[in-house]
């Protein structure tokens, strides 16, 4: 089941039956369809409350990984929201789930960093000699889901839960570098409540990596001779 409602979500308007024969001669059936695909699975996973709307974004492009190797096409479509409830990261390539992303991973990685980064140092947002925000950051109120097709495709290994395409990274970084600028220039409300629930987010790392760090040196600094292990 788990990989039918996955075939449904990237392929949009498809819909996969499962029947389970519990007794002989009964079913119990269950049906999978998104009929605007990722979008609608972006929908579901945020919920109600979310802090932007989803949105859909498409592209085509045409490269290649290396000069000395073949050209070929690629078509990206990602579906995303901002949520301070719920996050969640899903990236698929010709229909397959990519558990450990691979290209499309790094892009999104780098994209959106270098995004909210430059909004944040844009709109003075950051407090002076503030350090800047992490992935991590960014990840932590982000539900994304990025549905790729390539007519050619290179696999890190045999498990195929990961691509390694450096023309596909390439042209996923450019276009979600592209989108994001785009978006945030049209969309300043919710340029700012991104930007602001990703600082948040740093914010409370921050701190509770200091609170940490504290702490071990509070309880270091309590071992007296006494409490330490005889040699």
């Known amino acids: ?51 932007t709307a989803p949105v859909f974004w498409q592209t085509e492009k045409k490269g290649r990984d290396r000069a000395d190797k073949p050209e070929y096409k690629v078509r990206i479509s990602a579906a995303l929201c901002f949520s301070n409830r719920v996050n969640r990261l899903e990236y698929y390539h010709n229909s397959s789930w990519l558990e450990h992303g691979g290209a499309p991973e790094k892009a999104v990685k780098n994209a959106f960093v270098y995004a909210i980064d430059a909004y944040c140092k844009q709109t003075n947002k950051y407090t002076k000699s503030e350090s800047k925000i992490t992935f991590q950051d960014v990840a932590d109120c982000l539900v994304l889901v990025t549905n790729c097709f390539s007519t050619q495709t290179s696999y890190e290994n045999q ?46 790392r921050e701190s509770a990596e200091k609170q940490r760090l504290n702490i071990k040196k509070k309880l270091t600094g309590n071992l007296d001779i006494s409490n330490r292990v005889q040699k």
């Open 1 to 51: 089941t788990d990989v039918m409602k996955r075939q449904a979500v990237v392929n949009a308007g498809v819909t996969f039956r499962f029947r389970n024969e519990t007794e002989p001669g009964r079913f119990e059936e269950a049906e999978f369809l998104y009929e605007n695909g990722i979008m609608d699975y972006v929908t579901e996973l945020a919920g109600e409350g979310s802090l």
């Open 159 to 204: 498990t195929k839960k990961a691509i390694t395409n450096k023309f596909v990274q390439d042209a996923m970084t450019e276009f979600f570098r592209e989108r994001l600028h785009v978006y945030f220039i049209e969309n300043k409300q919710e340029a700012d409540r991104i930007a602001d629930q990703v600082l948040i987010n740093k914010r409370s």
